[in-house]
């Protein structure tokens, strides 16, 4: 079952499933948002993991207190169990998308990318396809469309 909610700010879709933990990786939600700089979340704690990539702005995400810097193409996740504050910088607009998603297997998937609780961001190389996946799955799950200057 599939639903979507908008505050008008934020997009985001979600899938119900009950075996949430018997498969390798379960697409539980996903969207994107867009808000004025100064933005802030949390502290927060997830039961599940978030993905999330920055399309534009920059800010700073504390994840069981250690500071990281976002920018432009930073993906970063949120981890089970994990405190998380994030905090976009004044002035510049705060765009970001994401994917909530539970399963067996995404650690392991994570690490092999080299993200872990201790190193909980990377850069992409090409954001521009990052950002283009983001919205096909996005679109795929029957959230909107994938649309190519999004």
Partial sequence: MYFEKSNGNSCFGSIENDRRDASPFILRYCGYGSYEGGHSFGPYIRDHYMICYVESGSGTLYCDDP???LEVGSVYVLFPDSKVLYKSDCGKKW???WIGASGSKIGAYLAAMGI??????AKTRNYADFKRTFRKIYAATGGGT???EL
């Fill in 116 to 121: 872990t609780r201790a190193h909980p961001v």
């Fill in 95 to 97: 765009e970001i998308s």
């Fill in 67 to 69: 500071a990281h810097r």
């Fill in 146 to 148: 994938a649309k190519e």
